[in-house]
């Protein structure tokens, strides 16, 4: 019998994906010259694309060019060339799955050292303790730069469609803009933007809205939700929920439940909070909540390693399975449990006590693997995570002196 993980699933888009495992998206920082996808990313997508995955979605691609989460950012706007799309997508459907991009805006979450612009629904930055000066202080948008967002939302999926992606995720968790939007904590404002969870809602509402409206019926439309932020106060299960129920009449196909931001980095299971104490699947106690009133599909990110966990996820009424560190690990882990094989050997555990620099080792030690992928070599699951991180920090140096070479130079609309 053929296990329901290698099932396909109907979207309401019409699509089809051919099993329920998803490669969830993983912030690659690999953009080449002018902010755009190369080779690099498309060797990496070719070699993730013939491993078993149904979906693949793209780590984080910026929507204005002015505020990207690290300098290697990938951009893609009004004024991007879309032939480096175009073979993108190519790349990551030649084993047969679907390719989403993810598009996301940072808003308050901008390294302090970059250029361009830092906004938040309010002007409250992050909150590190003695990291907290990683990041730069946030100006509260204006409501014409909050349309201008909504617009450019609409612009890159858009365009991800003409370059021959099959969907678009929009990012509104992990404490990035809309992520921000949503959070009380974060967003105190008093206008039609703040306050009650409708209004904190509006503007992802508006930009799913926008995005339905600029793509095909037949363009899938997912949503990156956090089940919960993890801090006193803040964006819980329950708002999720209903956030879910107002998504539902929008035309969404698929909503993924994580959990986290840079304040509580629940999504590489460093949370404070018990309910993503397990090794494996973070999240599936809140998702175990939601599946049962969700509407819409739901996807979970968050520590799946094992076949015989995706299984009880799957279980559970969880629709897709999510995996990300453990794809950058071993690319063709579907197709070893589809042969009933597992990952020979996890990634090295980060046990550093400073919370938020084990968070930003565990994540220079997933890119530290995804960048072999895309030379073609195999993963070293065993660097050191003071290596990987000395390491990601000098190409992030570097990337920025290109960045703010790029950002400085007039550019056309394509």
């Known amino acids: 019998m053929t296990s329901e993980l290698f099932s396909p699933l109907p979207l ?32 990496l997508y070719r070699r993730w694309a013939v491993g078993g995955t149904g979906l693949l979605i793209t780590g984080n691609v910026m929507v204005h060019a002015e505020a990207l989460t690290g300098p290697a950012g990938v951009v893609l706007d009004e004024h991007a060339p879309l032939e480096p799309f175009t073979e993108w997508a190519k790349a990551a459907k030649s084993g047969g799955g679907a390719i989403w991009m993810q598009i996301n805006h940072p808003g308050r979450q901008v390294a302090s050292d970059m250029p361009g612009v830092v906004w938040g629904p309010t002007d409250i930055g992050v909150s590190l303790g003695k990291h907290s000066s990683r990041f730069g202080r946030p100006t509260a948008m204006t409501p014409q730069q909050i349309e201008e967002t909504v617009a450019r939302y609409a612009v890159t999926a858009r365009r991800a469609e003409e370059a021959g992606f099959d969907g678009v995720e929009v990012h509104a968790a992990h404490g990035y803009l809309l992520s921000q ?30 995005v339905r409206a600029a793509v095909s019926p037949s363009f899938a439309v997912g ?4 089940s919960a932020d993890f801090q006193r106060g803040g964006f819980d299960a329950d708002d999720a929920r209903q956030v879910i129920e107002m998504l539902e009449p929008l035309g969404v196909d698929l909503v993924e439940l994580s959990g986290g931001s840079y304040e509580s980095p629940a999504m590489t299971g460093r949370s404070t ?9 973070y999240f599936l106690d809140l998702a175990k909540d939601l599946v049962g009133t969700s509407p819409l599909p739901l996807m979970l ?9 995706a299984e ?10 999510g995996m990300g560190t453990a794809l950058a690990v071993t690319p063709d882990l579907p197709e070893r449990w589809r042969r009933d094989r597992e990952a020979d050997r996890p990634m090295r555990p980060v046990t550093w006590s400073d919370k938020a620099l084990a968070s930003a080792a565990s ?14 070599n195999t993963p070293r699951p065993g660097t050191h995570p003071a290596i990987a991180l000395i390491s990601e920090q000098l190409k992030q140096r570097k990337a920025l002196r290109g960045y703010r070479t790029w950002l400085a130079k007039p550019r056309s609309a394509a």
């Open 223 to 226: 949503v990156k939700l956090n």
């Open 301 to 309: 990110t968050g520590g799946i390693t094992k076949r015989v966990t």
């Open 181 to 210: 939007f949503l959070s009380p904590l974060v967003n105190k404002r008093t206008d039609q933007w703040g306050g009650s969870l409708e209004n904190r809602a509006r503007m992802l509402l508006d930009i799913v809205r926008a």
């Open 363 to 376: 994540m220079a030690q997933v890119r530290h693997q995804m960048r072999r992928l895309a030379r073609g």
């Open 12 to 43: 309401r888009s019409g699509r089809v994906l051919k099993n329920r495992i998803a490669k969830a998206a993983m912030e690659e920082n690999m953009a080449g010259d002018g902010q755009l996808p190369d080779e690099q990313l498309f060797r």
């Open 273 to 281: 909070d018990t309910r993503t104490q397990a090794r494996e699947a």
């Open 312 to 321: 009880r996820v799957l279980d559970s009424g969880v629709a897709v399975i």
